[in-house]
């Protein structure tokens, strides 16, 4: 999975000027691109498809039709990005813990 850090600060710039959420459903419009749920939903569904390209590299790879380096590759690829998602899912949960401690 690549995050584009300029995708990340364009989400995260879009939010801080809007004041929030936007239109209260989660999403904010702003014709400079994407929202963050887009963009969100948009790296989930590369990590989803890095798992299932290495899943079918290595299926090829049993019935002969692959070499073994384009499985060791596509493995090291799926691992990363797993490895990526659980970093951001630690943040994430970090983050919410961390507003949760806050005095109201």
Same mark, same amino acid.
């Given at each position: ?55 079918? @590299? %290595? $299926? /090829? !790879?049993?019935?002969?039709?692959? +070499?073994? *380096?384009?499985? =060791? @590759? %596509? $493995? /090291? !690829?799926?691992?990363?990005?797993? +490895?990526? *998602?659980?970093? =951001? ?16």
């Amino acid at each position: 999975m690549t995050i584009n850090p300029a995708d990340v600060a364009r989400a995260y710039s879009n939010m801080s000027k809007s004041g929030g959420m936007g239109d209260g459903a989660g999403s904010i419009n702003d014709a400079t691109g994407p929202s963050f749920g887009e963009f969100l939903k948009d790296q989930i569904n590369e990590v989803v498809e890095t798992g299932n390209n290495s899943e079918k @590299t %290595a $299926i /090829s !790879a049993m019935a002969g039709k692959a +070499e073994l *380096v384009d499985v =060791v @590759t %596509a $493995i /090291s !690829a799926a691992e990363v990005t797993l +490895e990526t *998602v659980v970093a =951001v899912r630690d943040k994430v949960i970090g983050a919410y813990n961390e507003i949760m401690r806050m005095p109201i």
